[in-house]
């Protein structure tokens, strides 16, 4: 039997399989020339103290015991070129794994995506960040893949559900992904190799018999007796089929709009909104490891940090260590900042979206706007960002002292956001709750992490869609939206999932509800 260890060892034993195995074999009191395979389950970096210690846990098979090495291979999909139809609408994580997952359960697949393919994304993107060209159906938030493809990659989630979240990890390994992210604690892809994961996943569902649409917007429900019976597009068609599960996102706001007019019951959800600060990577390293070189053999450091201001959640939010800023507006006449790393993680800067939490209180100036009081609220300040700083896609941008001083910066140098900067005092973009909590948190934030207080950080505004302001309710038991049946409201743009890995899930969730119905 292979014997199972816990192990803290420096991270050059960590790197180096030479060194981990006569660590390993020392451990365990044997010659290094009995230890067969060492197999590493998980792997942490504990930074606590000075000397900084990878975690470990492994398997060791001496050389006597029998050793098979696993393969993850990809569940056997049918063909369902024939079957019964499910319409899927958007082509986001929750869309992509419920396509698969239906397609596993005998069921045919329709998957309808507003923007362009992986590829056809990146002539948008292009236009965004060099011609400040803002096209609606194809952007950072929309096209294959959703907002994840092209906006980092990170695969850690806070549910509870291990072995749901193990399944979707094994199916990007099968699909393509380093085998790394089963191990690591914070797994993560990388901005630059998941649009070929995305592809093949892709791939795979037409090879299948299911069908992926693109550049073709939804823009009607067809409903018959409170019953969905299909969907109308922007050409023209209609799409018929009684399931229909939408996984639009969290910034579909055309959506949002449509459930509201055809009074289909939506709510106002509370979620964050914040800045995204960017310092130099070099010192989040030194603020992290405490050290003033990180050496060879430790990863970019990342940061992690939440307080408590005037009652109110102050965090940190999609940490991108070694990343960039991306300009993530959906549509012109606004401004909107999210962060990415490549898989190396090699960039010169580190970012983080820095965020407060909201109350519905919060929205009462845009209460006559009703369930889109949230979208209303959000909308205003990516409008108000991109006037002041010039009306394009450049986004107000402030030295982090220098906010808390209600100073206006004297220069902004350049940072990782290719669109570009307008020195900006932040107090003109947020209203003045949100400014003064900031201030003070930045402040918090600073004693919390000696060095990050800096007017090296720069701030750019606004960090907006953390998550839907909208929820779209479903039965708890059915998955169904109560008031329009064969309507399955999925993902992060329902208000049921904050990332790939959990919208992946919640998109499995309700392939498999569909399937229970049909079967």
Same mark, same amino acid.
């Given at each position: 039997?292979?014997?199972? *260890?816990?192990?803290?060892?420096?991270?050059?034993?960590?790197?180096?399989?030479?060194?981990?195995?006569?660590?390993?074999?020392?451990?365990?009191?044997?010659?290094?020339?009995?230890?067969?395979?060492?197999?590493?389950?998980?792997?942490?970096?504990?930074?606590?103290?000075?000397?900084?210690?990878? !975690?470990?846990?492994?398997?060791?098979?001496?050389?006597?015991?029998?050793?098979?090495?696993?393969?993850?291979?990809?569940?056997?999909?049918?063909?369902?070129?024939?079957?019964?139809?499910?319409?899927?609408?958007?082509?986001?994580?929750?869309?992509?794994?419920?396509?698969? $997952?239906?397609?596993?359960?005998?069921?045919?697949?329709?998957?309808?995506?507003?923007?362009?393919?992986?590829?056809?994304?990146?002539?948008?993107?292009?236009?965004? !960040?060099?011609?400040?060209?803002?096209?609606?159906?194809?952007?950072?938030?929309?096209?294959?893949?959703?907002?994840?493809?092209?906006?980092?990659?990170?695969?850690?989630?806070?549910?509870?559900?291990?072995?749901?979240?193990?399944?979707?990890?094994?199916?990007?390994?099968?699909?393509?992904?380093?085998?790394?992210?089963?191990?690591?604690?914070?797994?993560?892809?990388?901005?630059?190799?998941?649009?070929?994961?995305?592809?093949?996943?892709?791939?795979?569902?037409?090879?299948?018999?299911?069908?992926?649409?693109?550049?073709?917007?939804?823009?009607?429900?067809?409903?018959?007796?409170?019953?969905?019976?299909?969907?109308?597009?922007?050409?023209?068609?209609?799409?018929?089929?009684?399931?229909?599960?939408?996984?639009?996102?969290?910034?579909?706001?055309?959506?949002?709009?449509?459930?509201?007019?055809?009074?289909?019951?939506?709510?106002?959800?509370?979620?964050?909104?914040?800045?995204?600060?960017?310092? &130099?990577?070099?010192?989040?390293?030194?603020?992290?490891?405490?050290?003033?070189?990180?050496?060879?053999?430790?990863? &970019?450091?990342?940061?992690?940090?939440?307080?408590?201001?005037?009652?109110?959640?102050?965090?940190?939010?999609?940490?991108?260590?070694?990343?960039?800023?991306?300009?993530?507006?959906?549509? &012109?006449?606004?401004?909107?900042?999210?962060?990415?790393?490549?898989?190396?993680?090699? $960039?010169?800067?580190?970012?983080?979206?820095?965020?407060?939490?909201?109350?519905?209180?919060?929205?009462?100036?845009?209460?006559?706007?009703?369930?889109?009081?949230?979208?209303?609220?959000?909308?205003?300040?990516?409008?108000?960002?991109?006037?002041?700083?010039?009306?394009?896609?450049?986004?107000?941008?402030?030295?982090?002292?220098?906010?808390?001083?209600?100073?206006?910066?004297?220069?902004?140098?350049?940072?990782?956001?290719?669109?570009?900067?307008?020195?900006?005092?932040?107090?003109?973009?947020?209203?003045?709750?949100?400014?003064?909590?900031?201030?003070?948190?930045?402040?918090?934030?600073?004693?919390?992490?000696?060095?990050?207080?800096?007017?090296?950080?720069? *701030?750019?505004?606004?960090?907006?869609?953390?998550?839907?302001?909208?929820?779209? &309710?479903?039965?708890?038991?059915?998955?169904?939206?109560?008031?329009?049946?064969?309507?399955?409201?999925?993902?992060?743009?329902?208000?049921?999932?904050?990332?790939?890995?959990?919208?992946?899930?919640?998109?499995?969730?309700?392939?498999?509800?569909?399937?229970?119905?049909?079967?």
């Amino acid at each position: 039997m292979p014997q199972e *260890l816990q192990l803290k060892v420096s991270p050059q034993i960590a790197a180096n399989e030479n060194l981990l195995y006569e660590y390993v074999a020392k451990t365990v009191r044997v010659s290094t020339k009995l230890v067969q395979k060492v197999v590493i389950l998980k792997r942490s970096i504990d930074a606590r103290q000075k000397a900084i210690k990878v !975690n470990l846990k492994v398997l060791v098979y001496l050389i006597d015991e029998q050793y098979t090495e696993h393969k993850i291979e990809l569940p056997n999909y049918q063909n369902v070129s024939n079957k019964q139809e499910v319409i899927i609408i958007g082509a986001g994580p929750a869309g992509l794994f419920a396509a698969l $997952q239906l397609i596993e359960l005998g069921l045919k697949p329709i998957v309808i995506e507003r923007g362009k393919d992986v590829r056809g994304r990146r002539r948008d993107l292009k236009a965004i !960040n060099v011609d400040h060209i803002v096209n609606e159906d194809s952007n950072y938030c929309f096209g294959e893949g959703g907002a994840g493809t092209y906006s980092d990659g990170k695969l850690y989630t806070r549910s509870k559900k291990r072995g749901d979240v193990d399944r979707i990890l094994q199916l990007l390994v099968g699909f393509g992904a380093t085998s790394d992210i089963l191990v690591e604690a914070h797994p993560h892809i990388g901005t630059n190799k998941l649009p070929q994961i995305i592809q093949d996943i892709r791939k795979k569902i037409i090879e299948c018999g299911g069908q992926v649409l693109f550049e073709t917007r939804v823009t009607d429900f067809i409903i018959k007796n409170n019953e969905i019976q299909g969907v109308s597009t922007q050409n023209g068609n209609s799409i018929l089929a009684n399931k229909v599960i939408l996984a639009t996102g969290h910034s579909a706001r055309d959506i949002f709009e449509l459930l509201d007019r055809k009074k289909i019951f939506i709510e106002a959800k509370p979620f964050a909104i914040g800045v995204r600060a960017e310092h &130099p990577q070099e010192l989040i390293d030194k603020i992290q490891y405490s050290c003033d070189f990180r050496g060879d053999y430790l990863p &970019p450091a990342p940061y992690s940090i939440v307080k408590q201001v005037n009652g109110r959640g102050m965090y940190s939010f999609c940490m991108c260590p070694g990343g960039v800023i991306a300009p993530c507006a959906t549509s &012109p006449g606004e401004v909107v900042t999210n962060g990415w790393s490549p898989s190396k993680r090699d $960039q010169a800067t580190a970012n983080s979206g820095i965020v407060v939490e909201l109350k519905l209180e919060d929205f009462k100036p845009f209460a006559k706007f009703g369930a889109l009081a949230g979208m209303e609220f959000q909308k205003s300040i990516e409008q108000k960002a991109w006037l002041l700083a010039g009306s394009t896609q450049k986004v107000p941008a402030q030295r982090m002292i220098d906010f808390t001083q209600s100073k206006v910066s004297a220069s902004i140098p350049k940072t990782s956001y290719v669109p570009g900067t307008t020195s900006v005092e932040m107090g003109q973009v947020f209203p003045g709750f949100l400014t003064q909590i900031m201030r003070e948190g930045f402040t918090e934030f600073g004693k919390a992490m000696r060095g990050y207080m800096t007017n090296d950080a720069i *701030l750019h505004a606004p960090e907006s869609r953390t998550s839907s302001p909208v929820r779209i &309710p479903r039965d708890n038991e059915t998955l169904e939206h109560p008031q329009i049946k064969g309507l399955y409201p999925c993902g992060e743009g329902a208000g049921f999932a904050g990332g790939i890995i959990s919208a992946a899930i919640d998109g499995e969730k309700c392939a498999l509800k569909i399937a229970e119905v049909l079967k």
